[in-house]
Nanobody
Framework: QVQLVETGGGLVQVGASLRLSCAAS????????MGWFRQAPGKERELVAS???????YYRESAKDRFTISRDNWKSMLYLQMNSLKPEDTAVYYC???????????????????WGQGTQVTVSS
């Protein structure tokens, strides 16, 4: 059974950086594309970034040039480096596994079927 555990969230000021980590277990991590989602209070969950099995990335427009998704298949770890954080980045961030062992980069929530418990990121102005 897949288990995804996120760490690295916290309270930071505008312009700061955070690095989120996700430890995966119960799966052959290198077989699956992965992603980071976030959900702000009162809003729907949205895909922030995703990454193929061979580390090709996809970013939503608001994350381009500020966020970097990466993975370490040997360690079964997924990362999200977030720079120049803004108040609108405040949300619970979730690690997610794609439903299919595909070589493609998933770009829609419907392509994912497992999420971690989330880690809170709060950006204070």
């Amino acid at each position: 059974q897949v288990q995804l555990v996120e760490t690295g969230g916290g309270l930071v000021q505008v312009g700061a950086s955070l690095r989120l980590s996700c430890a995966a277990s119960g799966i052959t991590f290198s077989d699956y594309p992965m992603g980071w989602f976030r959900q702000a209070p009162g809003k729907e969950r949205e895909l922030v970034a995703s990454i193929s099995r061979v580390s090709r990335p996809y970013y939503r427009e608001s994350a381009k040039d500020r966020f970097t998704i990466s993975r370490d298949n040997w360690k079964s770890m997924l990362y999200l480096q977030m720079n120049s954080l803004k108040p609108e980045d405040t949300a619970v961030y979730y690690c997610a596994r794609a439903a299919r062992r595909s070589g493609l980069i998933p770009r829609d929530e419907s392509e994912f079927d497992a999420w971690g418990q989330g880690t809170q990121v709060t950006v204070s102005s």
